[in-house]
């Protein structure tokens, strides 16, 4: 095999680490997906950088942590100026792609003070996180009284479905995310109850099989080489799958929740919050759970038979031979455990994801198979791709580590000793219920491979898990004296964390290696008394210069 | 008098907060600058965010710190997108105009990579720092076997000295800032011992009084309201000074060293290292301070001169009654106090700067002549210059607190219980000498009213001054157990504010808030079992909806 020439970046949306076989789901077979990892590294401790499908990409793509770019919760735009995967990828000579999703809200007020026009090939990339768009399908096209939350959600995707037949003015909610009874109602998706129901919809136009095709027809016709992100929507909500997925799973593969009651009862005041949010309490019920993971089993089974088909389309075109193939998801959804729902928590439940890399190189043969347990980032994504398609990483901007030491078994962990993760909830309604402003509503997670700790902005104490004796993460010893220790050791690691340098991205590394022996050699020369205190070459430009004397003269006017 | 119109933003380099008389100086007596002082409020714990002058002026003109903006060495540009004063004050409808230094240095690759054209009206104010120019003038041009340090060093002043009369490649250099003996050798202001000579120059045609009529002619012609940067090069070095200044003030006024033995004997590495490199060696020296300090004695003289003529000219054309005047500096000097020369560390010597507010409106006539000890950083300027011009302060950019609510007698504090100041020596040689990376070579100085401490990246202890019984600071307390409380109490401050949201620039207070509110009402609804867990007004999008049954039909081609 030859030396990776193009990257297939695979991301899913919401999709639990543990909900893959090679993972150790029970009862759900993910044969293909599995195969990928047999023919790469299993990541089995990778951790996005937020619990939240916008700022964990923004972190994905540019290589920095959620703290250093600012988008922290989806609707928060990406500052212009932010240097992204396409901008180090294009510099490096490599295209930078997208199909499907980035969660992606452009920074409109800063492109209009910096002057850059939406339409031009700069704007454009600037407003689309620095991919070139094949296709931008968020995945989204919901409806309120304040309107649509994404004028231009799934619009692509609903032209196809209206030429297919669909019609309706929106056939993404109306076929391809709800139910139909027998008379024709539409049975919506956002309603949790239907998610038994099977998606109104056939199995080939829905989502996932729709954004494969797409993806194939981009590289089919791609100038290598080439990055293409296919960026799938699904499991993410509504949670609803078409047949034959829909009938696949019902309750009794349903595994009971992970939570205690004391786990309840004794909860930190933020992490209760959660808890007693209209999700949280939506999947603390087995009514809600029964109906919603038979379906997202669905849509992650009709997932795996999806990569079988892109897969084998890979191999049938050779582009197997040269391609690196990454798959992972941007979070996890708590599906009830710890009386959680959706993302919007620390657990490893959604923090932390499925990660594969098949590298197609020979170097990486001593490792087909392996499971790594390095502490991995989602942010170490960028500097990889960078070193694969021939450039060297901007340390300055990049915060990442690149995973070829370890995909080419030159070292089993990366150069860190704690994984970060962010979470911003100034924007939610929980903020006003715990009054907290919009600057002490935040929540950073620090965890190494035996401790997670979670500080919560405004007082309060942190939050302990023990993820060595406890893995489930189901006793908080945030408040144990006895382990005083532990949280000082951890807050140590925080502050080590927030203390980076990681806003000085104008001058690299080597810039400022250079300064420190050059500072001289541009005629700035402090602390010399006369002409003997530094040799001839630096204070030449100031020797045997002469003048007329101007200080006694008049003065002219 | 009327509320103020304008701005007049004056700043010095290199002033020290001590070298004024109306500040204590014993020798030097600034009469036009304490009659400012007596007409506003002279603000006596005015800390700067970095000791240099590149970095300090770029949180002054952005109000961030430079944790934030990143641009925190001299020669690390100001990145592309970072939001200034002046994009600040022409959204509230004033002009922001430059006449002299900035030290900006472009960010050339940020804006090749967004297309920004330099001689574009945007390009050109981000390459000037937010700033319209009316004329840029660093001060600097020195050049050395490696080329020029800043090869649009001085230009325009050169242009002018030349047509003047003072022929040379360089008139900057051999007229304005050396010397010349008997035989017309050019005695360069670059080597100490010849700060006890005259410059040789007109003392109309020197720097200060150049700028000074460079100001009022901007004034002169300027459409209100404008903010006027008039920012002077002196008293920084080359320290010399034309006649009458050169021969007013000798070795007789020059005061002792604030130093001990002690001081020097158990310094911190970090600290010993500044005080054992040429710079600090040389201001160590007798020679060099009795040399030096007359000279600089004699530029601030200069410039209080300058002062009376600039502050009798604002009222004889009727400004002083519409315009706010500010008067500060970018850092001070240590001169030899504490081992050191320069202003890169972090005692009071060289991060307290002098800031004198005079506010023309009726509301400050009940603070005229005050001192106040309010915390105040330099990155307060850009909030109260914005409430001025009649704007708001969009506090999710802006890291400072407007000054008005001093100025106008309703506070006496600042809303904060510390300053921040940062320096950053990984371009410097001491960073090789004493094995740092360029990242852990940063320092983070925290300070209140009692205490000082200075954290130095890299596994050092930290720093510690008792300023209320040490104001001086020659005891270093960072090893004392006995302070072990203090100094865990200043790291909680210091990491109250390495967590602070510094980035989330892109969504203001009141957009936040609002989300918070109306989250479900664009349609996105989580956590809903059916149409009974939410108002008919936000479900009404999902229901009632129809549509032909499509999940049963053919797959078709």
Redesign the interface.
């Known amino acids: 095999m030859a030396k990776a020439k193009n990257i297939l970046f695979l991301m899913f949306d919401q999709l639990r680490w543990d909900y893959l076989s090679c993972y150790g789901q029970p009862h759900l077979e993910t044969p293909n997906i599995d195969r990928l990892a047999a023919m790469g590294v299993r990541f089995d401790r990778c951790y996005i950088q937020s619990p939240i499908c916008g700022s964990s990409r923004m972190s994905t793509y540019t290589g920095r942590y959620v703290?250093?770019?600012?988008?922290?919760w989806n609707?928060?735009?990406?500052?212009?100026?932010?240097?992204t995967m396409g901008?180090h990828l294009r510099e490096a000579g490599m295209g930078c792609w997208l199909v499907g999703k980035t969660h992606m809200r452009v920074?409109a007020?800063?492109m209009a003070?910096?002057?850059?026009a939406p339409d031009?090939i700069?704007g454009a990339r600037?407003s689309e996180c620095g991919f070139d768009v094949f296709e931008r399908d968020d995945g989204?096209r919901?409806?309120?009284?304040?309107?649509?939350?994404d004028p231009d959600g799934a619009k692509v995707y609903n032209e196809y479905l209206r030429a297919?037949?669909?019609?309706?003015d929106n056939p993404w909610?109306?076929?391809a995310n709800?139910?139909?009874d027998d008379e024709?109602?539409?049975l919506?998706g956002?309603?949790?109850?239907n998610s038994t129901e099977?998606?109104?919809?056939?199995?080939?136009d829905s989502e996932t099989p729709y954004l494969t095709r797409r993806g194939m027809e981009f590289m089919d016709g791609a100038d290598a080489p080439w990055l293409c992100h296919l960026s799938y929507i699904k499991p993410h909500?509504p949670y609803i799958v078409?047949?034959p997925y829909a009938s696949m799973y019902g309750p009794q593969h349903v595994p009971p929740p992970i939570r205690s009651q004391e786990e309840f009862d004794s909860a930190h005041p933020v992490l209760r919050a959660f808890m007693e949010?209209?999700?949280?309490?939506?999947?603390s019920?087995d009514?809600?759970r029964n109906?919603v993971i038979p379906a997202y089993m669905g849509l992650i089974k009709q997932i795996d038979d999806q990569m079988g088909v892109l897969f084998q389309w890979l191999e049938d075109t050779g582009r197997m031979d040269d391609t690196m193939i990454v798959l992972t998801s941007d979070h996890g959804d708590f599906l009830g455990d710890h009386w959680l729902?959706?993302k919007t928590f620390f657990h490893d439940t959604s923090t932390r994801v499925p990660l594969i890399v098949y590298d197609p190189s020979p170097e990486a043969d001593a490792t087909r198979g392996t499971v790594s347990d390095a502490l991995v980032e989602s942010i170490d994504l960028v500097p990889t791709f960078i070193e694969v398609a021939g450039g060297q990483v901007p340390r300055h901007i990049v915060e990442g580590h690149s995973l070829l030491p370890i995909l080419h078994g030159q070292a089993t962990e990366m150069p860190r000793d704690f994984v970060i993760c962010e979470y911003?909830y100034?924007?939610?309604?929980m903020?006003?219920k715990l009054g907290r402003t919009?600057?002490d509503a935040?929540l950073?997670m620090v965890a190494d491979k035996d401790w997670k700790m979670v500080?919560a902005?405004g007082g309060f104490r942190p939050i302990l898990f023990d993820l060595k004796n406890d893995p489930q993460e189901l006793t908080d010893l945030g408040d144990s004296p006895d382990h005083a220790e532990v949280i000082a050791a951890m807050?140590e690691k925080l502050?080590r964390w927030?203390?980076?340098?990681?806003?000085?991205?104008?001058?690299s590394?080597e810039q400022?290696?250079n300064?420190?022996?050059?500072?001289?050699?541009?005629?700035?020369?402090?602390?010399?008394?006369?002409?003997n205190?530094a040799d001839l070459?630096?204070?030449?430009?100031?020797?045997?210069?002469?003048?007329?004397?101007?200080?006694a003269?008049p003065?002219?006017g």
Do not use: C
């Open positions: 703290h250093s770019h600012g988008a922290s609707g928060i735009p990406l500052k212009v100026g932010e240097i901008d920074d007020a800063g003070r910096l002057g850059l031009s700069i600037v989204m919901p409806e309120g009284p304040n309107g649509m939350y297919r037949g669909y019609e309706s909610h109306d076929f709800s139910g139909v024709g109602n539409v919506s956002w309603f949790l109850k099977a998606a109104n919809i056939l199995e080939r909500w078409p047949e949010s209209p999700v949280g309490r939506a999947f019920t009514r809600v109906a729902g959706e911003d100034s924007a939610q309604p903020a006003e919009v600057r935040v950073f500080h902005e807050y502050h927030t203390r980076r340098v990681s806003q000085r991205t104008t001058r590394e400022l290696l300064m420190r022996k050059n500072g001289r050699r541009t005629g700035v020369m402090l602390g010399l008394y006369d002409e205190d070459e630096l204070t030449m430009f100031y020797r045997d210069r002469t003048a007329p004397n101007r200080k003269g003065e002219a």
